[in-house]
């Protein structure tokens, strides 16, 4: 069971193992300061204990999936992102909520991160060959999202509800805008029929395995960094 160990050149799994802890710590810290929050921010405050608690025990899984078997543990990431993606719109709802913002509005970006999702993974694992094609329909509904907290319903709300939610609202934009464009570029890199179908780089396995220390750095800063500026919002806004 040698290979079960983390050998100390093996970063995939390093970060894996990182990726769990820091997911942990983190959920700990927004639960913990639940007590300390005031009443109109606890339930962001715990969204973004639940979006880094259900990775948290995606990766402790994937971490064991990956030395175990070496392999990239797409599936489980796709299962990961379908429940944590729309727990980031919901932060986006819950922050323009006292600004007028109507259930509607929580709909419009749910349906678009799950249509973002399953597209995404249909190309990805279950019709890689048209990749191309689910990958437009999946990013249409990526930049439908980004256009919702940059110019949108969710943008114009902010700018009503106050500097700091309209400032907050803005630094979340941007991890969606820069922050979430990881992934699609994964998908380029990685998917057979995709853009570049990996046609471009020479090890097909090694560059599978680049891209998961890129997914689990970039999962880190936006599933902890964007609970960090919903907490941060909670300390600075006034009741
Ligand atoms: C914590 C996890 C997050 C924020 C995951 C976000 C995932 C995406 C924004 C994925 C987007 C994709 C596209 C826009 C096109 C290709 C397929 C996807 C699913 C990788």
Redesign the pocket.
């Known amino acids: 069971m040698e290979h079960l160990t983390i050998a100390s050149d093996n970063y995939v799994a390093f970060t894996f193992f990182i990726g769990t802890m820091a997911m942990m710590a983190a959920s700990v810290f927004f639960f913990f300061e639940l007590n300390n929050t005031s009443p109109k921010w606890r339930t962001s405050v715990l969204v973004s204990g639940l979006?880094t608690f259900i990775?948290a025990v995606h990766y402790y899984y994937m971490r064991g999936y990956n030395l175990e078997t070496g392999e990239s543990p797409t599936f489980f990431r796709y299962v990961?992102?379908i429940l944590?993606?729309p727990l980031?719109c919901v932060e986006f709802y819950l922050i323009t909520k006292k600004a007028g913002a109507k259930i509607g509005l929580l709909w419009k970006l749910i349906f678009a991160s799950l249509v973002?999702?399953v597209?995404?993974?249909i190309?990805?694992v279950l019709d890689p060959l048209n990749s191309v094609l689910w990958?437009v329909i999946?990013?249409a509904?990526?930049f439908y999202i980004a256009y919702l907290v940059w110019f949108g319903e969710v943008a114009k709300l902010s700018q009503t509800a106050g500097p700091l939610v309209a400032k907050a609202t803005r630094i979340l934009a941007w991890f969606v805008l820069v922050?979430?464009a990881i992934?699609?570029l994964?998908?380029i890199l990685g998917t057979e029929g995709g853009l570049f179908g990996m046609k471009l780089v020479a090890d097909k396995a090694a560059a599978l395995h680049s891209m998961d220390i890129v997914y689990n750095i970039a999962?880190a800063i936006?599933?902890i960094g964007f609970g960090l500026v919903i907490y941060s919002l909670s300390r600075n806004a006034e009741d």
Do not use: F, Q
């Open positions: 979006i990775a990961d992102w944590t993606v980031m973002m999702l597209t995404g993974y190309g990805e990958g999946s990013g509904a990526y922050g979430w992934y699609p994964g998908y999962d936006n599933k």
